[in-house]
């Protein structure tokens, strides 16, 4: 693979790039974290003030210097609080790249950054290895503090001690022939440089990851639509006969004299066909009368559940033409905040059963019913309106996302299913969705306590606990399906 091809720096631009940035003597001033795979170190050393870029990213891993100013969340996220308490203030005394135990000339790509606060000495350890990557705070002895993403499977939690190389260590690699400095295009320092590249890369692959995922959206938005209408109109055929109900009431209250009480069927002519003979079924607990009711009360439900299915069947018949028009159009239109919009609306063409008095989704996880507020606004309606104490709550941990709850059931405890189903949901409707996993914190709503002075809906939990789950498209396809039969028949009538 050539050099200007690569997604990720090599050991020998690293070595650049840290003899270019010189961050001994450095003083951490800030830290933020603007995206999930990001951090941004912003630091002081000889009156001047400069900011480095350390990406997590799995597809282009990498640090550098960093001139734009990037959009930060309002609330700091998880590791850049824990970085702020642990080396804001505190001065860098050594920042190099590991070696290689079998070949002193090549390095690891991992990156030791030596940090001092008062007393307090700690090491900041940056891995920039693709789907690996991570960056790590340790005391001296290498106990880690915290970590950027926790993986227990690799020992990279909390008081573990850390091993740098981890599995790869002794490993035989390339040697150090095989790999040179990109010379790429611009002007400035190589660190510059590498800011002007990226950026471009990322912006190329994002725009063709919007299309994509614009494309794929509608197509299953429209897939979805024509579905949900072949089972409609499979629906209007079976009122085809709902004047039939109306008949069987006339004839039965024409013929109130030949029934009795406590029969089960009688037998009349049937004026609207012909005067031929009909068996007409009743009820043996009802009066013929009451018979005669029940066959006028069929009818009136079967024409409501008519008019309502010819409604929602135009109304389908609206979104798909309006998805078509879209898919035609997203050919022609390349630019990647259409592609988002297109994205999205496609998203909301195909979601799933809203309920008239529930504000944002519902999701369905037999017996359980599967609330999800999307914004700040369904969020706080959800929680003063629509849930109580011992319903469960749930949210994505050190992600902007939905609240979800789970309204109890008297008497029954919440099966592990529905939990990991509402996990799910918390996941996929959380700024890391795009991760394909996370962890979700939940707890039951009376101990939940609102946030004075912060945004509508903000909550603080208590006595929360942990759930580390893996997005499962299979399952947040059923849970889009909508409710079961017996449901959707309910809501009918």
Do not use: C
């Amino acid at each position: 693979m050539s050099q200007a091809a690569g997604s990720s720096l090599n050991w020998k631009e690293i070595d650049r790039v840290l003899e270019e940035l010189a961050l001994p003597g450095s003083l951490v001033q800030e830290i933020h974290q603007p995206r999930h795979d990001r951090l941004v170190l912003h630091l002081f050393r000889a009156r001047v003030a400069f900011s480095v870029l350390i990406s997590m990213s799995s597809r282009f891993p990498r640090m550098h210097v960093l001139t734009e100013k990037l959009a930060n969340p309002g609330a700091p996220l998880r590791f850049a609080a824990f970085l702020r308490a642990h080396i804001r203030g505190g001065r860098i005394e050594s920042a190099e790249q590991l070696r290689s135990e079998t070949d002193p000339e090549l390095g690891e790509r991992i990156i030791r950054l030596g940090i001092r606060r008062g007393d307090e000495a700690s090491v900041l350890w940056i891995r920039l290895w693709g789907a690996a990557a991570n960056v790590i705070l340790t005391a001296i002895d290498g106990t880690i503090q915290d970590a950027f993403y926790r993986r227990p499977k690799r020992k990279e939690i909390s008081g573990e001690v850390f091993e740098p190389r981890g599995a790869a260590g002794g490993r035989r690699g390339p040697s150090a022939t095989d790999f040179t400095v990109r010379d790429l295009p611009g002007d400035g320092t190589f660190n510059e440089k590498l800011e002007l590249f990226f950026r471009e890369r990322e912006g190329r692959d994002d725009r063709e990851k919007a299309a994509a995922a614009a494309e794929a959206e509608l197509e299953m938005s429209e897939n979805k639509l024509l579905a949900n209408l072949e089972k409609l109109r499979s629906r209007l055929t079976e009122y085809a006969s709902l004047d039939r109900f109306r008949e069987l009431g006339d004839l039965l209250t024409s013929n109130l004299h030949l029934a009795g009480k406590g029969e089960r069927w009688i037998r009349v002519q049937d004026f609207f066909h012909g005067d031929a003979e009909v068996d007409i079924e009743l009820r043996p607990e009802l009066s013929p009368a009451q018979n005669a009711e029940r066959y006028y009360e069929r009818h009136r439900k079967a024409r409501l559940g008519r008019g309502k299915v010819e409604k929602e069947i135009a109304d389908l018949e609206t979104t798909l033409a309006r998805v078509k028009a879209r898919r035609a159009a997203l050919a022609s239109d390349p630019d990647p905040l259409s592609l988002t919009r297109a994205a999205q609306k496609a998203a909301r063409d195909r979601k799933p059963l809203r309920s008239a008095d529930v504000k944002g989704l519902v999701f369905f996880s037999p017996p359980y019913r599967i609330l999800v507020g999307r914004t700040a606004a369904e969020n706080d309606e959800l929680l003063r309106s629509r849930v109580r104490g011992n319903d469960w709550w749930f949210h994505a941990r050190d992600w902007p996302g939905a609240y979800v709850f789970v309204p109890a059931q008297p008497g029954k405890s919440l099966p592990l299913e529905t939990m990991l189903d509402a996990a799910m949901l918390a996941v996929h409707f959380s700024r890391g969705k795009s991760s394909g996993q996370g962890d979700v914190y939940y707890t039951q709503v009376k101990y939940l306590r609102r946030a004075k002075g912060a945004r509508r809906g903000t909550v603080l939990p208590t006595q929360e606990k942990n759930l580390h789950v893996k997005l499962d498209p299979g399952r947040i396809e059923r849970l889009k399906g909508g409710p079961p039969e017996t449901e959707k028949t309910a809501s009918a009538e």
